[in-house]
Structures are given as C-alpha cells and as structure tokens.
C-alpha cells in the first residue's frame, strides 16, 4: 500500500521547519516568546532568601567611603570582611581595567637628581 508523501514524517517536519523560519520574524511568534517566558518566570519565581545581600554603590556609600572610583584596598576590605562573616559566595562586577593612580604617585616617578658637594 502506497501513501502520499504528505503523510510520512520528513515533510510533515519540512512543513512545520518552514512555517516557524517564515514566522520566525513576525509580531505573533514574538508575543507569543514573551508570554511563554513570561508564563515560565512567573512558574519559576520564589520569595528572595534573607540571607542574600546586594552590597552598592549608592549616594549613602558614596558619602561614607568617597567618590567613584575606589582605591583597590577599600575593595580588599570589603572582600575580607564579607570573608571574615563566612560568605559563601561573594559574586563581584567591578572590573580594574586601568591602573590606579595614587597621590604622590608622580612624585616617586619622577627620577631623582644628584647633588654633589
């Protein structure tokens, strides 16, 4: 017994591979993305724990320890009293792409001159 192509399994792939690449672009499978993850977040979603904290920098720091950016130890204080606390995860974005740049730094680049007597 002969069926037709459109029955067997590869095209009914090649069609639904078809209608998603041509949908693919549109409002409607878009939408229906956001729902979906929506749906899926909402599913997913549960009450922060307590025992998390956001450490940043807010006007209230910027008061306390000083304008942006920060000296490297100021950093390495912070790392080794939330280490001191026993973190146990300490996730950290600052990254030190530039060198820093302390006061008198230039004073100590500059080379010396000798004075004879």
């Known amino acids: 017994m002969k069926s037709g192509f459109w029955k ?8 639904v591979a078809l209608l998603v690449l041509f949908a693919g672009g549109s ?3 878009q939408s229906l993305e956001r729902k979906a993850y929506d749906m899926g ?4 979603s549960r009450t922060p724990s307590d025992r998390v904290a956001v450490i940043a920098i807010d006007d209230a ?6 304008r ?11 790392v080794d009293l ?3 606390a026993k973190a146990k995860v300490i996730g950290y974005t600052v990254f030190f792409s530039e060198p820093q740049i302390d006061p008198g730094a230039g004073a100590l680049a ?5 004075i004879e007597l």
């Open 8 to 15: 067997s399994d590869w095209f009914l792939g090649l069609v």
């Open 110 to 114: 500059r080379p010396t001159v000798d």
């Open 41 to 44: 977040v909402r599913a997913s």
């Open 61 to 66: 720091s910027i008061v306390n320890i000083g």
């Open 82 to 84: 939330l280490a001191a």
């Open 27 to 29: 409002d409607l499978l």
């Open 68 to 78: 942006w950016p920060r000296p490297r130890d100021v950093h390495a204080k912070m």
